[in-house]
């Protein structure tokens, strides 16, 4: 089993930036890919990015590309999502989770608690 935990969500304004960090535990040898999440209340929850644990290969979200990135720690086991000029539609819960790489949460199995990004106009 793994265990992931998200930290670094917060409240700030737009333009602001905020590093958003995903830690995992466990039997980390079997992760395959980690991804982003988010999901805005009355809304799905939606890709922002993805990594492959091995490989280091990323997937980004069209409608944060240039603004976001991701990027891995192997050897803390931590996966970052550093977001820049951020705009109030990108408040959301922010998510991590182990799966395939994709786009599709589906195919995604263990998930983290989330942490909450709140952008001010």
């Known amino acids: 089993q793994v265990q992931l935990v998200e930290s670094g969500g917060g409240l700030v304004q737009a333009g602001d930036s905020l590093r958003l960090s995903c830690a995992a535990s466990?039997?980390?040898?079997?992760?395959?890919?980690v991804g982003w999440f988010r999901q805005a209340p009355g809304k799905e929850r939606e890709f922002v990015a993805s990594i492959w644990w091995y490989g280091g290969g990323t997937n980004i979200a069209e409608s944060v590309k240039g603004r976001f990135t991701i990027s891995k720690n192997n050897a803390q086991n931590t996966v970052y999502l550093q977001m820049n000029s951020l705009k109030p539609e990108d408040t959301a819960v922010y998510y991590c989770?182990?799966?395939?790489?994709?786009?599709?949460?589906?195919?995604?199995?263990?998930w983290g608690q989330g942490t909450q990004v709140t952008v001010s106009s």
């Open positions: 466990g039997r980390t040898f079997s992760i395959y890919a």
């Open positions: 989770a182990t799966g395939s790489g994709s786009t599709r949460y589906r195919e995604y199995g263990t």
